[in-house]
């Protein structure tokens, strides 16, 4: 209820200053995203950090069944930022956020000082795979507001997958810069779990086991087995169909049942983008990833280019 009075206020301040010039409106409507964002920081038992499309929903589906199970709550339940820890204080505040407006309020844009006395969990996903996820989520499923609110190309521009990919705007570089801006800070952070999604991928209930136990919450291997069982690819499938978590607005729910590409689950395959480039395409997107991004995420060191 909190969270709709907020969001009532900031669309109906955005609505008193209806005549002001775009620019001017997008910076007003992204500082009071951020404020909004800082209350819950301040607030939350742990941060999860994510560039869109890193494979945050599918954590987030993990982490609700593993509460449900674990606190015997509705199958329904979908873990917001303080509605479990209102059903049951043992559960956490859970912050979930892409980092995107948190400056525009503090104005700390060269750190994450904001960050520094959290709890973090940093999830991470091949930013190749996150740029294509992304292309789709901008064509398919992203409001027109919210692509001139982030700077993404406008919603009747008809643009190729690879011009969208290599876009310093929306693509890889924005993508590669996100990740390198929290890799400077990761010395600064005490509290911090980088995950990467291929690695749960791999290994879901070690990977979920090592994030609830990091967030203050072990459970039993029944439960970590139960909850990687319900958020299955194939499951998830099922569920966005069916509506499940309806209550959660649109993050889980398809834009068009008959287009595949407009579902919030899609393909979920690793190093899946090599199947939208040809050779010389896939060799430039690999280069910049090689020269650019910060080696600790692993994805540069077997991505240089073809010969």
Same mark, same amino acid.
């Given at each position: 209820?909190?969270?709709?009075?907020?969001?009532?206020? @900031?669309?109906?301040?955005?609505?008193?200053? *209806? *005549?002001?010039?775009?620019?001017?409106?997008?910076?007003?409507?992204?500082?009071? !995203?951020?404020?909004?964002?800082?209350?819950?920081?301040?607030?939350?038992?742990?941060?999860?950090?994510?560039?869109?499309?890193?494979?945050?929903?599918?954590?987030?589906?993990?982490?609700?069944?593993?509460?449900?199970?674990?606190?015997?709550?509705?199958?329904?339940?979908?873990?917001?930022? #303080?509605?479990?820890? @209102? $059903?049951?204080?043992?559960?956490? $505040?859970?912050?979930?956020?892409?980092?995107?407006?948190?400056?525009?309020?503090?104005?700390?844009? &060269?750190?994450?000082?904001?960050?520094?006395?959290?709890?973090?969990?940093?999830?991470?996903? #091949?930013? @190749? #795979?996150?740029?294509?996820?992304?292309? *789709?989520?901008?064509?398919? !499923?992203?409001?027109?507001?919210? $692509?001139?609110?982030?700077?993404?190309?406008?919603?009747?521009? #008809?643009?190729?997958?690879?011009?969208?990919?290599?876009?310093?705007?929306?693509?890889?570089? $924005?993508?590669?810069?996100?990740? %390198? /801006?929290?890799?400077?800070?990761?010395?600064?952070?005490? %509290?911090? =779990?980088?995950?990467?999604?291929?690695?749960?991928?791999?290994?879901?209930?070690?990977?979920?086991?090592?994030?609830?136990?990091? +967030?203050?919450?072990?459970?039993?291997?029944? /439960?970590?087995?139960?909850?990687?069982?319900?958020?299955?690819?194939?499951? +998830?499938?099922?569920?966005?169909?069916?509506?499940?978590?309806?209550?959660?607005?649109?993050?889980?729910?398809?834009?068009?049942?008959?287009?595949?590409?407009?579902?919030?689950?899609?393909?979920?395959?690793?190093?899946?983008?090599?199947?939208?480039?040809?050779?010389?395409?896939?060799?430039?997107? /690999?280069?910049?990833?090689?020269?650019?991004?910060?080696? =600790?995420?692993?994805?540069?060191? &077997?991505?240089?280019?073809?010969?």
């Amino acid at each position: 209820m909190h969270t709709i009075i907020k969001k009532i206020t @900031r669309e109906a301040t955005l609505l008193a200053l *209806f *005549f002001l010039p775009k620019e001017k409106k997008i910076r007003i409507e992204r500082r009071l !995203r951020g404020r909004e964002e800082f209350h819950r920081l301040q607030q939350a038992d742990c941060v999860i950090v994510s560039f869109g499309k890193s494979g945050r929903t599918w954590l987030r589906v993990m982490l609700s069944r593993f509460y449900q199970v674990k606190h015997n709550l509705s199958r329904r339940s979908f873990l917001g930022f #303080d509605n479990f820890h @209102r $059903k049951n204080p043992a559960i956490p $505040k859970v912050f979930f956020t892409h980092d995107n407006y948190l400056k525009d309020y503090t104005e700390h844009k &060269d750190s994450k000082v904001d960050f520094y006395d959290k709890k973090v969990v940093l999830l991470a996903r #091949d930013p @190749r #795979d996150v740029a294509v996820s992304q292309f *789709f989520q901008w064509k398919y !499923r992203m409001r027109p507001h919210k $692509k001139g609110l982030n700077n993404y190309p406008d919603h009747q521009q #008809d643009i190729s997958v690879y011009d969208f990919v290599i876009d310093p705007d929306a693509g890889l570089p $924005k993508i590669i810069d996100f990740m %390198n /801006d929290w890799a400077r800070e990761l010395p600064r952070i005490e %509290n911090m =779990l980088i995950v990467r999604y291929e690695d749960m991928r791999a290994q879901p209930e070690a990977v979920l086991k090592q994030i609830v136990e990091f +967030m203050g919450t072990p459970g039993s291997t029944e /439960d970590i087995r139960e909850a990687v069982t319900f958020a299955s690819y194939d499951n +998830m499938k099922k569920l966005e169909e069916k509506k499940i978590f309806w209550l959660s607005g649109n993050r889980l729910v398809p834009k068009d049942k008959s287009n595949p590409n407009s579902f919030k689950v899609r393909r979920a395959k690793v190093g899946g983008y090599r199947d939208y480039f040809d050779d010389r395409q896939v060799a430039a997107i /690999d280069a910049q990833v090689h020269d650019r991004l910060a080696p =600790l995420y692993g994805y540069s060191s &077997d991505s240089a280019p073809a010969g």
